[in-house]
């Protein structure tokens, strides 16, 4: 499998597919990509296509992450998206998962790369601030 090619600024230029389009990474929360059409309904979607994945955090982050939260504790099917499926929506919903269970972000990280990819929050700025909650 490649290596993610990262520009210093933190950008990421390429990262290898995952092997599924999405996954279920906690029950009613989803994580996929955006390069193929879903067969699977979800009761809600977060795109995350056209948010930034740079060097800094997405300004809507802790908006978007109480919006996730509320709807998988309303038991709601929860689809985070974005390109590939796993930066833009893996700091989602790492930082949501965190959330949901009271697990730290080390945890959570390790978790999402063992049951998505192991390319997962590549941007080196999103996979650090999953590692430093708590």
């Not at 709807?71 to 998206?81: F, G, P, T």
Request: charged share 25%; with cysteine.
């Amino acid at each position: 499998m490649a290596a993610p090619i990262i520009t210093a600024d933190g950008r990421v230029l390429y990262a290898p597919p995952p092997a599924r389009l999405a996954d279920e990474v906690h029950p009613g929360l989803w994580m996929g990509g955006s390069w193929a059409r879903y067969t699977e309904a979800f009761d809600a979607e977060y795109d995350r296509r056209r948010t930034e994945d740079g060097p800094t955090l997405p300004t809507d982050l802790g908006r978007v992450v109480a919006q996730v939260v509320a709807d998988v504790e309303a038991r709601r099917k929860v689809l985070v998206r974005c390109a590939m499926g796993l930066n833009r929506s893996g700091l989602v919903v790492a930082v949501a998962l965190s959330h949901l269970t009271g697990v730290s972000g080390m945890d959570v990280l390790a978790h999402l790369r063992r049951v998505r990819s192991p390319h997962v929050c590549c941007n080196p700025k999103f996979a650090e601030y999953v590692r430093a909650m708590w």
